[in-house]
């Protein structure tokens, strides 16, 4: 299961109570106080992690508790502090504060319980006035799509983040012993520890993304390209989740990885199709890569689909249709390939076009040349409206 987006509840452990007591030993009278501290509570701590690839371990543990420490004892004996609660995430979290869920309904005492909450994952109602309620509140009115507050991203391996602080130990009644109160039974409670509502999201980090329509070839490239091993099959929506490979370049001793995006159609950034979600994985790659198939194998046009995934991506983020973007034009190997391409370089002469055919294997060793020089050396970038445009001009023909 590959889960990217999640909301925890976590919860750090309180602090240990403070103890009160008194010193009583043979031929020590009145022996004072002598009640330890309590222990800290444990921290609930976040850490990226090489090994963890996306979200799965919290869908079944979607609430985060660390214990709480331990209460302080006779003997000025502190209570021991709780380890922390650490949880793996993958590279490219981030993190948002997020609010509390709707309680079920008022009678409903249960569903007042932070924890019991969480669990609510009843499906949308219609109320009496006939309004859609939500299942889970929308983090923001844009449906969650830039929700506010992120308090983090882990973008390196092993980077923590101190998501809720365990409480301090209570002071035992050893603290409150002064010339005018010599027997203090005083003490203090641990602190509570923090606790919250977060909202997890992972943004795939890779150096370049491979958009493109279903069936474009896309997971056949990787395939070639790395030594991942996504699925490939002659159905649209094969891929359903973001699949990064690695490419090493020979003789440089430089490396790559890309990813793999599930397929994108027109109204993607209004979440159809596979929709938005997958798109907010393209967002930290620093280079686009269009793959078309050439050959309009499956009765579309090369081109139109070039020009709808432009305005997908600019839709969705404008800033992420700034980025630099090259073409792949797949499927050289089938009849009209060729003629597609003349087409494309003349109705954009500047666009930068690499030809393969991923399932022959052809033109994979040119594209490995370019990508190395569009990821490592200076890229240059094509104008966004030179597409956008030339998109409107075709559909007012
Ligand atoms: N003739 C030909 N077929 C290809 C080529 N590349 C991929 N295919 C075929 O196209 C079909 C789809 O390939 P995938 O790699 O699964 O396509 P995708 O873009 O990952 O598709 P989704 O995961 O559904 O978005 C498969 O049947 C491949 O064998 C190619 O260069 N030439
Ligand atoms: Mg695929």
């Not at 800290?40 to 214990?67: C, M, Q, W």
């Not at 939500?134 to 506010?148: F, L, M, Q, T």
């Not at 209570?170 to 203090?188: D, E, I, L, M, W």
């Amino acid at each position: 299961m590959f889960v990217d987006r999640i909301k925890v509840f976590a919860q750090a452990g309180n602090g240990g109570r403070g103890c009160v007591s008194f010193r009583r030993e043979k031929f020590v009278p009145r022996g004072g106080p002598d009640g330890g501290d309590g222990g800290r509570g444990g921290d609930v701590i976040l850490r990226a992690d090489i090994h963890t690839d996306n979200l799965s371990n919290l869908f079944y543990e979607p609430i985060i508790k660390a214990k709480s420490g331990v209460h302080g004892q006779g003997k000025k004996k502190h209570g021991r502090a709780a380890v922390a609660k650490v949880i793996k995430v993958p590279i490219g979290t981030v993190v948002y504060r997020a609010e509390a869920p709707v309680p079920r309904n008022d009678d409903d005492e249960a569903s007042t319980d932070p924890v019991a909450a969480v669990y609510d994952r009843r499906t949308p109602q219609v109320s009496e006035l006939g309004i859609n309620i939500p299942a889970v509140p929308a983090i923001n009115a844009d449906g969650g799509h830039r929700p506010p507050l992120q308090i983090a991203d882990l973008t390196h391996d092993g980077e923590e983040f101190i998501l809720c602080q365990g409480g301090g130990g209570g002071k035992g009644n050893v603290h409150f012993k002064s010339s005018r109160n010599r027997a203090p039974v005083q003490y203090t409670e641990g602190e509570e520890g923090e606790q919250g509502h977060f909202l997890f999201e992972l943004r795939t980090m890779a150096d370049a993304a491979l958009v493109g329509y279903p069936n474009a070839g896309k997971s056949t490239l990787l395939g070639k390209l790395s030594a991942a091993h996504p699925k490939v099959a002659p159905y649209p929506f094969t891929t359903l989740y973001p699949i990064v490979g690695v490419v090493d370049f020979a003789g440089d001793y430089r490396r790559a990885s890309i990813a793999d995006i599930p397929g994108l159609i027109e109204g993607a950034h209004h979440n159809v199709g596979l929709g938005h979600d997958f798109l907010r994985h393209i967002t930290r790659c620093r280079v686009l890569l269009f793959v078309l198939d050439i050959a309009g194998s499956e009765g579309r046009h090369p081109i139109e689909d070039l020009q709808n995934l432009r305005r997908e991506i600019d839709l969705y983020d404008p800033r992420l249709s700034e980025r630099p973007w090259f073409v792949i034009a797949n499927k050289m190997d089938l009849p009209g390939a060729d003629e597609n391409l003349r087409t494309l370089h003349q109705r954009f002469p500047n666009l930068e076009v690499v030809a393969i055919s991923a399932s022959q294997s052809d033109g994979l060793a040119e594209l490995r040349t370019r990508l190395e020089q569009w990821l490592f050396g200076e890229t240059k970038r094509l104008p966004e409206e030179t597409v956008i445009e030339t998109a409107e001009v075709m559909v007012a023909e």
